[in-house]
């Protein structure tokens, strides 16, 4: 028996099949409209209430609305006018019919946005007729190359075409005739960038962690969860996809917003999906509440615990994509089932084509290189997709940029064995906020060792160790009259329980060394760094050795009752043939 609201779905695909995963544990009854009998989600969910019809189409609207209670959608591209009208009618939908409508529209979907967020936060655009001539000034007024893109039913790279240049108009209105058009200036991003938002009814929203999209074809191929990038920027992104959900709607549900990160650190919003997003598919094996069931619940007005979108451990999301050999998808299935920690899911689908999305299979590990690795097991390829910036396995953070200084050793020496790291201050004092949030969400970034430097009353490495599992090793900043003994005695006095690592004032280089040998532990090849490093050091000293050493055959005869055959004696004869030879 259903314990809720029966709940009505346009579109029945593969996001719906994920809704009604969650939706069967829970007891609430979902009915789906698609034109599809045995569509994806369909398939998975009994019942003789599933509507046979397009999502488009009033007649099937009308008759779904008949059988639920309120409706929700797994797809933008349906009929809004429709819904608008149910929603007068006294009908519940979520998202809101006319967030939809907004939605649906990309070109005044960004021009809302523009409003909230500012007009650098989207990129520059121009509605534009389909016509040469249009889109030939449009080129002379933006630059080549320009996207050119569908105001509607565009999705996964189809409605878009790159304007390269003037000769290749005629193609693109080969390719986007008879569509409402609009023109946007390229971007230059480094990486593209995701955040869902869970919008409840009552207007608080809530959002999942940052993460990192890679497109094969305009289509997402592979995602990184957490996104590699440092927890300023990731704020950045959480903060931007929040206020635009918070304030451009009013809906409650799901919402998956796009983003470009730019070189010169500044965030950009591409679109929004106003439902499930393969950006989040992740979430179903590594947070609390994953999308689907979160979903439910806003729109159903259930309760959502604390922390729900907390991230649990690192994740990569591969979308399987069908290609022209047929049976690729079952052997890279096969594959995956004989891999640990990998969760499968096929879509249902009958036919593979060339770039259909099929199915997905979710890695997650203890930290992205585990993540990395099992995928290319399965791959078995060198071109194993990578997050765009080597992978951050060390945070070097200080309590003040005037620590920076002290710290460029440790940088350079992790840089030399080519360990990634991220540097940032976190002040135990001035920004104990950003300290919390930092230490909890280092490990789930994939950071294994926390290098602290701090001086004066150096609280930064024992409070970082007090609220993380992860390694924690300390420097003693010489910031003070006291020449630093006041940061090292607080760093070595930490209480039993709270372990910290402490090395000598100043001396970041050993931090970086022995951050190095901690992340040996299950990496041979940095322990093979360590040890050449180590024989480099001992050659080193053994060439200088060469000169200063002193043997007896240097020391004058030793005569019967001669001062030195006193102990005394002797100890005073070797120092001046040392202090001689150093002379000489």
């Known amino acids: 028996m259903a314990l809720h609201k029966v709940v009505g779905v346009l579109g029945g695909g593969q996001l719906g099949r994920m809704l009604q995963q969650p939706a069967s544990r829970m007891g609430i009854e979902l009915v789906f409209l698609d034109p599809e009998a045995d569509s994806p989600a369909k398939q998975i969910c009994a019942s003789d209430k599933h509507v046979v019809g397009k999502f488009t189409d009033e007649a099937s609207i009308r008759e779904l609305a008949q059988k639920c ?123 593209e960038l995701a955040v869902m938002v869970v919008r409840t009814r009552d207007g608080q929203v809530h959002s999942y962690p940052c993460v990192e999209t890679q497109h094969e074809l305009n289509i997402c191929k592979t995602v990184f969860a957490p996104a590699a990038v440092n927890l300023d920027t990731a704020k950045s992104a959480k903060r931007m996809a929040e206020k635009a959900i918070k304030e451009a709607f009013v809906g409650a549900g799901v919402f998956g917003i796009e983003l470009f990160h730019l070189a010169t650190g500044e965030m950009m919003l591409n679109e929004i999906a106003p439902r499930p997003h393969n950006s989040g598919h992740y979430t179903i094996e590594a947070c609390t509440v994953s999308q689907y069931e979160a979903h439910l619940r806003a729109i159903l007005d259930l309760p959502l615990p604390p922390l729900f979108t907390k991230q649990h451990c690192p994740a990569i999301m591969y979308n399987l994509l069908g290609a022209e050999d047929p049976a690729y998808i079952q052997r890279i299935y096969m594959k995956a089932l004989e891999l640990e920690r990998s969760s499968v899911h096929l879509y249902g689908k009958k036919a593979s084509r060339p770039q259909r999305k099929m199915g997905h299979v979710t890695f997650t590990g203890r930290t992205m290189a585990e993540c990395q690795h099992q995928l290319a097991r399965l791959l078995k390829s060198e071109q194993t997709p990578t997050t765009s910036a080597r992978p951050v396995k060390v945070a070097v953070i200080m309590g003040s940029d005037s620590d920076g200084p002290s710290m460029q050793d440790c940088c350079d020496v992790l840089t030399e064995f080519g360990v990634g790291y991220e540097k940032e201050v976190v002040s135990a004092h001035r920004t104990p906020d950003k ?150």
């Open 69 to 191: 209670d309120l409706i929700t959608v797994e797809i933008e591209h349906v009929n809004t006018e429709v819904l608008q009208a149910l929603k007068q009618e006294g009908k519940r939908i979520y998202p809101d019919p006319d967030d939809l409508a907004l939605i649906k529209d990309k070109f005044l979907q960004k021009e809302q946005l523009k409003t909230i967020l500012g007009e650098k936060a989207v990129a520059e655009q121009y509605a534009v007729a389909s016509d040469a001539t249009s889109l030939q000034a449009l080129g002379e007024k933006i630059g080549y190359p320009y996207v050119l893109k569908s105001r509607t039913d565009a999705y996964d790279g189809r409605g878009n075409y790159v304007v390269r240049s003037a000769g290749s108009i005629a193609e693109a209105v080969k390719v986007l005739a008879d569509r409402p058009l609009y023109g946007e200036k390229m971007v230059p991003f480094v990486r």
């Open 435 to 584: 300290m919390y949030t930092y230490a909890h969400s280092a490990r789930i970034r994939g950071i294994q060792v926390i290098i602290a430097a701090a001086g004066g009353a150096a609280h930064l490495p024992g409070m970082v160790a007090a609220l993380t599992s992860l390694p924690v090793i300390g420097v003693p900043i010489n910031a003070t009259c006291l020449d630093g003994m006041d940061s090292l005695l607080s760093q070595v006095q930490m209480p039993r329980g709270i372990p910290v690592a402490t090395v000598a004032i100043n001396n970041s280089t050993n931090a970086a060394l022995l951050a190095i040998r901690i992340l040996g532990v299950a990496d041979d090849d940095r322990l093979r760094q360590i040890e050449d490093k180590m024989a480099r050091n001992r050659a080193m000293v053994e060439r200088k050795n060469e000169g200063f050493m002193v043997t007896t055959a240097d020391l004058d005869p030793l005569e019967a009752g001669d001062s030195v055959n006193t102990a005394a004696g002797a100890a005073q004869s070797i120092i001046s043939a040392i202090k001689d030879k150093v002379v000489a």
